[in-house]
């Protein structure tokens, strides 16, 4: 998985062309609203580290860094003066990008602000194993049996992958294999263990602030019977074949990745806290004033697709908070 993604010709690092943006839509692709709605978390944020003369802003897994753009475009001149962005990213920094934001390849230490993850960890490659052993995949995504899971992995499963799973795991991180069928019955389950690292490591290089992480998700009590191992390339699924031609991707135990104080939304509750709101307009405005009522219609539609249960609404937010309180939607604002 590492190498199809991230190795020489690998999916993300490829020169040229549209980014993840011309394979699937994120949220960050669906609506300027989001990046909007990021700006006012965090402004929360920056009200409650006191309001310091530099607010970092750090986006892992940036894209092309349209997040970033965005957010910067909704702030107001004083906050955004003061916000120092960086896009954490693996694949070279696109040409014309804001000056002002900072590519680098992996979260700069000691920083204050916001970290913000959107569809990161389904990336951090994985491991899957069934029926006790590893799943070695080949290039055009055949898969075969591998050695028997290490002790690390093994307890991994057994905390977080109740029932058959816990005799299971997932694919080896040099090739994330072909269909999810088999599931826990079957004895096939995919190993959070690398994201869980990747998460704590990102969330150690703040020193204050909030961190984020935002992604097709599952938690314990619901964990997916054959698994989410899955491709996608020009906006269709297709099957993982780990030789750089698709996105490959597993969603994520984000309940194994949290920290102290963290709190779990969905996208759903997290957006609507941040005052986006699929609410239709008032049609007295469409006489009032017929332009506005149009584009209020429009704001309202993209508004239901980021909150839309059984789509992007159903996403999963992770907040852990670093030196200041707990962000969990309605209660903190």
Do not use: K
């Not at 014309?96 to 990336?123: S, Y």
């Not at 690292?197 to 599952?218: I, M």
């Amino acid at each position: 998985m590492d190498a199809a993604l991230y190795g020489p010709g690998g999916f993300y690092v490829r020169p040229g062309g549209p980014g993840p943006a011309g394979h699937f839509r994120t949220s960050v692709h669906a609506s300027s609203l989001y990046a909007g709605a990021v700006a006012r978390l965090l402004r929360w944020v920056d009200a409650e580290l006191g309001h310091p003369q530099g607010l970092d802003l750090v986006d892992v897994g940036a894209g092309r860094g349209e997040l970033l753009a965005g957010v910067l475009a909704a702030l107001d001149p004083e906050t955004a003066a003061r916000v120092v962005p960086y896009a954490v990213e693996r694949a070279e920094r696109p040409a014309g990008l804001d000056p002002r934001i900072r590519w680098v390849a992996a979260p700069p230490e000691r920083t204050t602000g916001l970290l913000f993850a959107n569809e990161w960890l389904d990336n951090v490659p994985l491991e899957i194993a069934e029926d006790g052993r590893y799943v070695l995949v080949a290039p055009d995504g055949t898969e075969s049996p591998g050695g028997p899971l290490d002790d690390a992995d093994r307890a991994w499963l057994e905390r977080w992958w109740p029932g058959d799973g816990g005799e299971a795991g997932g694919a080896e991180a040099g090739g994330a294999a072909g269909a999810t069928a088999g599931g826990a019955e079957a004895g096939r389950a995919e190993i959070g263990r690398a994201r869980d690292e990747a998460w704590a490591a990102a969330v150690a290089s703040l020193e204050r602030g909030l961190a984020v992480a935002v992604d097709y998700a599952h938690t314990r009590d619901a964990r997916p019977p054959y698994g989410t191992l899955t491709g996608f390339r020009a906006g269709r699924e297709v099957p993982p074949v780990p030789d750089g031609s698709c996105d490959v991707t597993a969603h994520v135990a984000l309940d194994s990745c949290a920290g102290p104080d963290s709190v779990l939304l969905t996208q759903r509750e997290a957006l609507s806290a941040l005052g986006v709101s699929g609410a239709r307009p008032a049609l007295a405005l469409a006489s009032a004033d017929p332009g506005a009522y149009v584009r209020a219609l429009a704001c309202a539609g993209e508004a239901a697709e980021l909150t839309a249960r059984g789509g992007l609404g159903d996403f999963l937010w992770l907040c852990q908070p670093v030196g200041i309180r707990a962000w969990g939607g309605p209660a903190t604002g």
